[in-house]
């Protein structure tokens, strides 16, 4: 079992920056891949990212490759999503979750956190 704790979260204005954090606990994220959701009201749950712990692949959604970065804290056994110029249409619950491959669908990832908020204001 894995446990998932994101953190970070916050109100930001457009065009400024955030710093997600995924924390595992119960085991480490070594045989797993991680990957970044976010779920707008109304909305059903969207890619962001994913990153591969062992070799360290990325795959990010074209709508933020070009301002979010995706990364591991080895030492803190962690992953962090780094998220610059955002948007109003960034506003989102921000979910990470753990899964066996790096994947862009909800159904292969098993294990989920609770969540952060994201808001961004105009």
């Known amino acids: 079992q894995v446990q998932l704790v994101e953190s970070g979260g916050g109100l930001v204005q457009a065009g400024g920056s955030l710093r997600l954090s995924c924390a595992a606990s119960?085991?480490?994220?070594?045989?797993?891949?991680v990957g970044w959701f976010r779920q707008a009201p109304g909305k059903e749950r969207e890619f962001v990212a994913a990153?591969?712990?062992?070799?360290?692949?990325?795959y990010l959604d074209d709508s933020v490759k070009d301002r979010f970065t995706i990364s591991t804290d080895n030492a803190k056994n962690m992953v962090n999503l780094e998220m610059k110029n955002l948007k109003p249409e960034d506003t989102a619950v921000y979910y990470c979750?753990?899964?066996?491959?790096?994947?862009?669908?909800?159904?292969?990832?098993?294990?989920w956190g609770q969540g952060t908020q994201v808001t961004v204001s105009s």
């Open positions: 119960g085991r480490t994220f070594s045989d797993y891949a």
């Open positions: 990153i591969g712990w062992r070799n360290g692949g990325r």
């Open positions: 979750a753990a899964g066996p491959h790096i994947a862009g669908t909800v159904d292969m990832y098993d294990y």
